[in-house]
């Protein structure tokens, strides 16, 4: 299902919403209306290989200014990143049921030119990451970063993508980053 909403300021977004498989994924964009459906699409294929993930997700499709802030505001650093998760939701056992995935459509465009690949492989990349974060992986130390883009990279094999993260060779480690984002009862990564 697809259709365009308005938000408070009056700005046409495109919503794309799917429920499969006993998960729920919306996508929402801002920026790059044309991107929410194919991504959505492929998002939900990509989830379906996970054992945990959350039963509910959306993502946000923005772009630099928008990130910019969510960047300032949750993490305290300046400047557009690729991509926020956060939790919204847990189960007895702790684990996430419902998340939110923000994705910099901008930072995506700039790096699938600078690696030389598509657009859309980048923006799943980013939303998949995202969705590994809400499911439990983490990217903190050395071995788990590892663990975490070589999960990307098969999942994305199996989708026939190919392998991303792995084709950026450019691409390092980020330096770790202390504290965590709150929202409400949430927590979110990066």
Same mark, same amino acid.
């Given at each position: 299902?697809?259709? +365009? ?6 700005? *046409? ?20 209306? %044309? ?12 989830? $379906?290989?996970?054992? +945990? ?14 990130? *910019?802030?969510?960047? $300032?505001?949750?993490?305290? /650093?300046?400047?557009?990143? &690729?991509?926020?998760?956060? $939790?919204? &939701? ?5 684990? =996430?049921?419902? @998340? $939110? /995935?923000? =994705?910099? =459509? ?10 030389? +690949? %598509?657009?859309? &492989? ?10 590994? +974060?809400?499911?439990?992986? &983490? ?22 993508? @190919?392998? =991303? ?17 709150? /929202?409400?009862?949430?927590? @979110?990564?990066?």
């Amino acid at each position: 299902m697809k259709k +365009h909403s308005r938000t408070p300021r009056g700005k *046409s977004i495109a919503v794309a919403k799917t429920k499969s498989a006993g998960v729920v994924l919306t996508v929402t964009a801002r920026v790059g209306k %044309p991107l929410a459906n194919g991504l959505r699409l492929s998002l939900l294929r990509a989830v $379906e290989m996970l054992p +945990h993930a959350p039963a509910e997700l959306s993502v946000a499709l923005v772009g630099d200014a928008e990130m *910019s802030g969510l960047h $300032e505001q949750f993490m305290g /650093i300046t400047g557009p990143t &690729d991509v926020l998760s956060f $939790e919204l &939701d847990h189960d007895a056992r702790g684990r =996430v049921t419902s @998340g $939110e /995935i923000v =994705v910099c =459509v901008p930072e995506a465009r700039r790096q699938a030119r600078s690696l030389g +690949h %598509p657009l859309t &492989d980048e923006l799943l990349l980013y939303a998949l990451h995202g969705v590994l +974060h809400l499911s439990g992986y &983490d990217d903190k130390t050395d071995s788990a970063y590892r663990r975490m883009h070589r999960t990307e990279d098969r999942i994305l094999t199996q989708l026939g993508v @190919g392998k =991303v993260f792995s084709r950026g060779s450019t691409r390092q480690r980020p330096k770790p980053r202390l504290g965590k984002l709150s /929202i409400h009862k949430s927590r @979110g990564t990066v």
